[in-house]
């Protein structure tokens, strides 16, 4: 374990202390530890945390945009679980997979071509773009929900501001490489390999910087974490919607080393990861111990200049900080 993850957690231990006064000179001491905290990502943080059971929360650049990058995949989900409740699609629709399907980002779709007519259901596509973040199974989900604009009407409608879907991501990742992609996607991964080979250095430096300042795809903290309380509460889908996508954000794979990161063993997380350049991001649920309740837990990291490994140490740090102290003030 590096120096960094045996840091003492000073800030979020100390928090002991009971009434109004005090309580808010714990939240100034712990934006404080977060902001220390935020510096070891190389980047500009975001932080929004909030105890479902008392509503208490805290915010670190709450009302800023961040790319989401595969974060993104959390409101297509809800809105491919919306339509399944409103009748629209079943969960067991078959897709049938063809050549342009296999995009940048993707691995076990990719492997399925090995034999011809391949078709998937609507919940494996949806498994495989949360669990493992497949991006050829996001840009089918995605359609299958309804597109881009079904996703943002969507959460118009559930009140959530801030948070917007623009692209599918083999457009996303094109914008980010200096690629033209056809706006709807379609550009199967030999086609995309060939003119990303074009594309020169200086081609792909401008394409990067653009892309940190573009407004599309990107989400608040505040609006990522409304997002999610809505769905923790069965705001925002069905009874068995809503408990279908809480389990499949329990068994996701990627990011062991984010919010999951130093946390007691055995600590339960429902959450997903996303990265792409300069940006690392993991937003979900901490369960804490005890009776303690549940966290909404959304950290964002934008900008870094900073190799991943250091971005997932931050965010670990900044995670297990929002634990101890939940934990210790859950029933103040």
């Known amino acids: 374990m590096s120096p960094r993850l045996r840091r003492p957690l000073t800030a979020a231990l100390i928090l002991v202390l009971t009434g109004s006064v005090a309580v808010q000179a714990q939240d100034s001491r712990l934006v404080a530890e977060l902001e220390r905290l935020a510096e070891d990502s190389g980047g500009t943080v975001g ?42 699609i079943r969960l067991d629709d078959m897709v049938e997979l063809g050549p342009d399907d296999i995009h940048p980002g993707s691995g076990t779709i990719s492997s399925l071509f090995d034999d011809p007519g391949v078709a998937l259901s609507l919940l494996n596509l949806m498994e495989l ?33 801030g948070l917007s879907v623009d692209r599918p991501t083999s457009v996303l990742i094109s914008d980010f490489v200096g690629v033209e992609a056809p706006s709807d996607g379609q550009i199967g991964i030999d086609e995309f390999r060939s003119r990303a080979a074009e594309v020169s250095a200086s081609e792909r430096a401008d ?9 599309r ?21 069905a009874g ?15 990011g062991q080393g984010r919010i999951k990161g130093i946390l007691p063993p055995g600590t339960r997380v ?20 005890g009776g303690a309740g549940h966290v ?6 934008k900008d870094s200049n900073r190799p991943v490994p250091d971005r997932e140490a931050a965010i670990a740090q900044i995670s297990r900080t929002l634990y101890d102290y939940f934990l210790f003030t859950s029933g103040s």
Not at 207 to 215: L, N, Q, V
């Open 47 to 88: 932080v929004g945390a909030l105890h479902l059971e008392s509503g208490r929360g805290v915010w670190l650049n709450a009302d800023e945009r961040f790319p989401m990058a595969s974060t993104y995949k959390v409101p297509i989900a809800v809105q491919l679980l919306h339509r399944v409740d409103e009748g629209e």
């Open 207 to 215: 394409a990067r910087e653009a892309f940190a300042e573009d407004p």
């Open 296 to 301: 909404v837990t959304v950290v964002f990291v």
């Open 240 to 254: 068995e919607s809503t408990a279908l996508l809480k389990d499949v954000l329990l068994r996701v794979e990627t």
């Open 270 to 289: 429902g959450h997903k990861t996303g990265t792409i350049g300069g940006t690392t991001n993991d937003v979900g649920y901490m369960y804490l111990p």
């Open 217 to 237: 795809d990107t989400s608040t903290p505040r609006a990522m974490v409304d997002l999610l309380e809505k769905v923790w509460r069965g705001e925002a889908l």
């Open 129 to 161: 773009m949360l669990l493992i973040s497949d991006n050829s199974a996001t840009d089918l989900t995605l359609t299958a929900a309804g597109g881009s604009t079904a996703v943002n009407e969507r959460m118009v409608a559930l009140g959530v501001s």
